[in-house]
């Protein structure tokens, strides 16, 4: 079996060095802020599934049930295409 996936707009937001703070608020009280071994800021998000780290470069999603999830930037570029607002 085959399926294809519903098309649906989400709301996204790069979590990036110069676009960090406005990931983090993206995302609010569902997260919090710290540094990985190497001393880059991560981002640790409260999903459905537990809690997922968010790298620099990594998409921050906004589901459709309002749930926030990181997805690495590969994944998203083959997944989601922007729309105009």
């Known amino acids: 079996m085959k399926f294809r996936k519903k098309p649906v707009i989400i709301e996204a937001e790069l979590f990036s060095e110069e676009n960090k703070d406005r990931a983090f608020n993206f995302v609010r009280c569902n997260c919090y802020a710290d540094?990985?071994?190497?001393?880059?800021?991560?981002?640790?998000?409260?999903?459905?599934?537990?809690?997922?780290?968010?790298?620099?470069?990594?998409?921050?999603?906004?589901?459709?049930?309002?749930?926030?999830?990181?997805c690495k930037p590969d994944i998203f570029e083959q997944t989601y295409e922007r729309v105009e607002d």
């Open 35 to 70: 540094f990985d071994v190497f001393n880059n800021p991560i981002l640790v998000i409260q999903t459905l599934e537990g809690e997922i780290t968010a790298s620099l470069g990594d998409w921050i999603i906004k589901g459709v049930k309002g749930e926030f999830y990181p």
